[in-house]
């Protein structure tokens, strides 16, 4: 009676397991999926909403109806909370990569090539990942949360309903001030870094002064300057449609707005660091360093 009744279920058990497995590995399958083609649907509407960006920026200052005020006052909304940790920033910068460009110098015996190592390190890399950072922070949280704040609000739907382009309203002025201050800030950083060098080389590593500018000149190019600034700027676009793509999605009360700055900031530094690769290693096929 009792090998009976225990019968189906030795029968049926192995089969039940391997459904179970089964529905297992479908729903993370699913989810696998899921997330690639959010991850895309993402890609897309932040292609969209950079292209809508740059086309309301391009006709509006062509047909004289940009908000100029507005743009000066982001400029110096967001100039006020990056120019600070820029130079606080800038200064260890230089002073770190001096003292380790120094000791290697020192050691092999090339303490006139210390302009050039350290002056290079921080105009190629220094600066403008500096800048990125700051932007993606300090720029970046405050973009996200004021579109985030608006959004909670419904001020972004009642925008729409009104004919308003919150895109065209709110974050082309953002996007103009951004593309302004991403330049300075990187010189600002390269002052800064370089000046900082210059003080470590020649008050610890006994550097002469025109020694350091002497290989500094030889080897640095307007090239690198140019590229330096460029990636500044492309880190500023990239910061302010993950930003804005961010701040208008956000949804879920407070929360939301702290998950969409959150998700801004950390964005932004991942496709920095990755823009910033990319770029190095065209500079590099393209406008190899100079011989001096």
Known sequence: MSATTLEPDAVHRPGDRM??????????????????????????RSA??????????????????????????????LFKVTALPALLMAIPIGAEVSVQVGGVMDQVGANSLAGAASGLGVVNQGAPMAAGLLMSGAAASAIASDLGSRSIREEIDAMRVMGVNPVQ?????????MLA???????????????????????????????????????????????SVFKAVLFAFIVVVIA??????????????????????VLSVFCIFMTNVAVSQVQTMFFPARLA
């Open 19 to 44: 459904q179970k497995l089964t529905g297992r590995l479908r729903r993370i399958a699913d989810g696998f999926v899921r997330r690639i083609s959010d991850s895309i649907d993402t890609i897309g």
């Open 48 to 77: 969209g909403l950079a292209g809508e960006m740059i086309r309301y920026s391009v006709t509006d200052s062509l047909s004289m109806r940009l908000a100029g005020s507005e743009v000066i006052d982001q400029i110096w909304r």
């Open 169 to 177: 309203r709110l974050i082309v002025p953002r996007f103009l001030a």
């Open 181 to 227: 201050i991403a330049p300075a800030l990187c010189v600002m950083i390269i002052a800064s870094g370089v000046g900082a060098g210059l003080a470590i080389s020649a008050n610890i590593n006994n550097v002469v002064p025109a020694s350091f500018w002497q290989s500094f000149g030889a080897f640095a190019t307007p090239v690198d300057l140019i590229f």
């Open 244 to 265: 804005s793509l961010r701040g208008l999605e956000a949804k879920g009360g407070p929360k939301g707005v702290a998950n969409a700055v959150n998700a801004s900031v």
